[in-house]
Each structure stands twice: as C-alpha cells, then as structure tokens.
C-alpha cells in the first residue's frame, strides 16, 4: 500500500528538549515536505526536498532542521523546541509534476 | 505573492442538497489544480484533481476549472452528513513546479 508514515503520532515534551520526527514513504518519490497546520492559518511549508541531500527553506523554517539521506525518509528535527512550535505537523510527499501530494497521518507536538 | 482564496464558511447545506465550495488563484501559469478534503484532526485527504478546463466527475463529486477568470470549484451533490469537513484548495506553483500553494479552507456542514 502507497504511504507516507510519520512518527510518533502524538508527542508532549518540553522546553528545550530536542526532538526528531520521523518520516518514511514507500512511493518512490523525490519531492518531500514538511507542514505545520495552526487554527485559522491553514498548512504552512516548513522544509522541503527536491531529492537526496537537496533541502530548501519553505514559508516558515525558524527553528526547526531537515535532513534527506535517502530518498524514502525526510526527518524533522527540532533542536530545541519552543511552545510556540506546539502544533499538528504534516510530511507529504509529491511524485511527478503535476500529480498529487500525499500525506502522512500527523503528528500532534505539545512543547510545555 | 502567489495565493489561493477559498470562503472560510463554514457553509451549511441541508442533506442531499448540492454543495458548491469555490477557490480562485493568483498565479495565471498554474497548470493543476486539487481539493483535498481534511476532517478535524486528520490529514488531508485528495478528493479530485483537474488540469484542463471544463468540468471532471468522479461520483458525487464534479471539479471545474476555468482558468481564464482563475477559478476552480467543487461540487458535491447528494451531500451526506459524512461529507461535513474543510475542503482545501491546492494549485501548483507555477515556479517552483512541485510546490503546492494552499488554500485556508472551506469548512462545509451537511445538516441531516
């Protein structure tokens, strides 16, 4: 089955305590993202990637880190999370131009 | 700055009534265009993509696309509580062919 698997799914941690979010598809595909969706301001591009080790700043890249290594994983680190990071984030992943962009399941990021 | 407008709603249509969700674009050059369906929580889910002018069904579902005034709408007849939901708009950037840029969404309520 074609997907994108994130994890976890659900994280509370704290101030300062770096954090790594996991991000794997199974589609072969070269274009990778990472989303954060907050109320009221819809999805918002964090990192994204054209291919292994080719990464680009999206709209709101402060604070937060990628790395792709390998074509199917796409991580999200935070190196040290702040509560105004609290929020439901997104991997997608995007095949050929013009095709669909598919999404993990989220992962619910609680910094205290 | 390439956009994507979308009426917030929320939009409220009784049971098996038409539902029609409307999203115009600022970037003339986009080529494909796709509405994503997203319950609360969940992730983004694709409900029908279009690239060429004119109307495309797929069930319950008829996106239209007319790209000379910029628009592009979904229509979901027969509407059913299970379709209550935000609706995301997404147009390719015409620049940066894999990016996506993203509507705030249409909240729709379907009222048995």
């Known amino acids: 089955e074609a997907q994108v698997t994130q994890n976890p799914r659900y994280l509370i941690t704290v101030t300062g305590k770096k954090l790594t979010v996991t991000c794997s598809q199974n589609?072969?595909?070269?274009?990778m993202s990472w989303y954060r969706q907050d109320p009221g301001l819809g999805l918002r591009q964090i990192y994204y990637s054209m291919n292994v080790e080719v990464t680009d700043k999206g709209d709101v890249p402060e604070g937060y880190k990628v790395s792709r290594k390998e074509k199917r994983n796409f991580p999200l680190i935070l190196e040290s999370p702040s509560p105004n990071q609290t929020s439901l984030y997104f991997c997608?992943?995007?095949?050929?131009?013009?095709?669909?962009?598919?999404f993990g399941d989220g992962t619910r990021l609680s910094i205290l | 700055q390439k956009e994507v407008e979308q009426n917030s709603g929320p939009l409220s249509v009784p049971e098996g009534a038409i539902a029609s969700l409307n999203c115009t674009y600022s970037?003339?050059?986009?080529?494909?265009f796709f509405w994503y369906r997203q319950y609360s929580g969940k992730s983004p889910e694709l409900i029908m993509f279009i690239y060429s002018n004119g109307d495309k069904e797929d069930g319950r579902f008829t996106a239209q696309l007319n790209k000379a005034s910029q628009y592009v709408s979904l229509l979901i007849r027969d509407s059913q509580p299970s379709d209550s939901a935000t609706y995301l708009c997404?147009?390719?950037?015409?620049?940066?062919?894999?990016?996506?840029?993203w509507g705030l969404g249409t909240s729709l309520a379907v009222n048995p």
């Open positions: 589609m072969n595909h070269e274009y």
């Open positions: 997608a992943s995007r095949g050929l131009t013009g095709q669909p962009q598919h």
């Open positions: 997404a147009v390719d950037n015409a620049g940066n062919n894999r990016k996506l840029i």
């Open positions: 970037d003339r050059g986009s080529q494909s």
